[in-house]
């Protein structure tokens, strides 16, 4: 299921790049860079919302419904990571020895030299 809104979700992406691509601009026209054209109308220079412009609001909202499912899927499917797992074998604890095996003591620590004097080497 998840890789399937994930493909999904890969070609809403691909229309609305080719969607936003195939639109001409606003400023398009060199009346525009005087100022001329959208003073006068009520919806601006380009007129009403033409169909390019609202096949470009409906894939954009598909887009980003679809991130939201993806989201909240992807929240509710668990974690898999590799890292976890690693985690869980580290925090195994080492196993006990038996209770009537002898103990041996570590070694004595060397002792180290106070500050600011350097070992004796012979």
Do not use: C, W
Request: charged share 10%; hydrophobic share 50%.
């Amino acid at each position: 299921m998840f890789v399937a809104l994930s493909v999904l979700h890969l070609l809403i992406a691909v229309v609305l790049v080719l969607v936003v691509l195939l639109q001409s601009g606003k400023g398009a026209d060199i009346g525009a860079a005087f100022g001329g054209g959208s003073s006068q109308t009520v919806f601006g220079g380009r007129g009403a919302a033409t169909f390019m412009s609202k096949l470009t609001t409906a894939t954009a909202i598909l887009f980003m419904v679809s991130s939201l499912i993806l989201a909240i899927y992807a929240g509710h499917r668990g974690s898999s990571s590799v890292i976890t797992e690693e985690r869980a074998k580290q925090a195994v604890p080492a196993p006990a020895p038996p209770a009537n095996a002898p103990v041996t003591p570590a070694p004595p620590a060397e002792k180290a030299p106070p500050q600011g004097q350097m070992p004796h080497t012979k």
